[in-house]
């Protein structure tokens, strides 16, 4: 074989290689993600088996004065909102960052998240309770319910 014939098929091989490797590293990041989707798959569905109808609420009427030093609340509403007006003591972090900011809320205490109605801090807390923090009540009804019960 010549020089040159060798030259180009060394440069063959070499694309060949690089090919392969590149399929390789493909088909190991698909494998990984598909692997992440079915832990968090499976972890849903254990925590559905197993929760109540009631698991993870809490209505403005149980919290009485005597337990609101017990609970941490996290007000999970726009920066405006919480502005405007929010329960003492409680913690700003938008529903949207709470998994950003995951440690700024307790797991060894009651934590209470709300929003205005509930929905919004429900789909965090459903969140944090899959990922293992068993403390986690949302506050049924969210602030608008807050503020007409109590």
Request: proline letters at 1%; aromatic letters at 8%.
């Amino acid at each position: 074989m010549s020089g040159t014939a060798h030259k180009s098929a060394l440069r063959i091989v070499g694309r060949v290689c690089s090919l392969i490797l590149g399929m390789a590293c493909a088909l190991l990041i698909a494998t990984t993600a598909v692997f992440a989707q079915d832990q968090v798959r499976e972890a849903i569905i254990e925590y559905t088996d197993f929760a109540t109808y009631d698991a993870g609420i809490i209505l403005p009427a149980q919290i009485t004065d005597d337990l609101m030093d017990d609970i941490t609340f996290i007000d999970t509403r726009t920066t405006e909102e919480f502005a405007e007006a929010t329960i003492d003591g409680a913690i700003h972090i938008e529903w949207r960052d709470v998994f950003s900011r995951l440690d700024e809320i307790p797991m060894n205490r009651k934590t209470v998240l709300f929003c205005n109605t509930g929905a919004l801090s429900a789909q965090a807390a459903f969140g944090l309770r899959v990922m293992g923090y068993d403390n986690i009540l949302v506050l049924q009804g969210g602030f608008r319910d807050w503020t007409t019960e109590r």
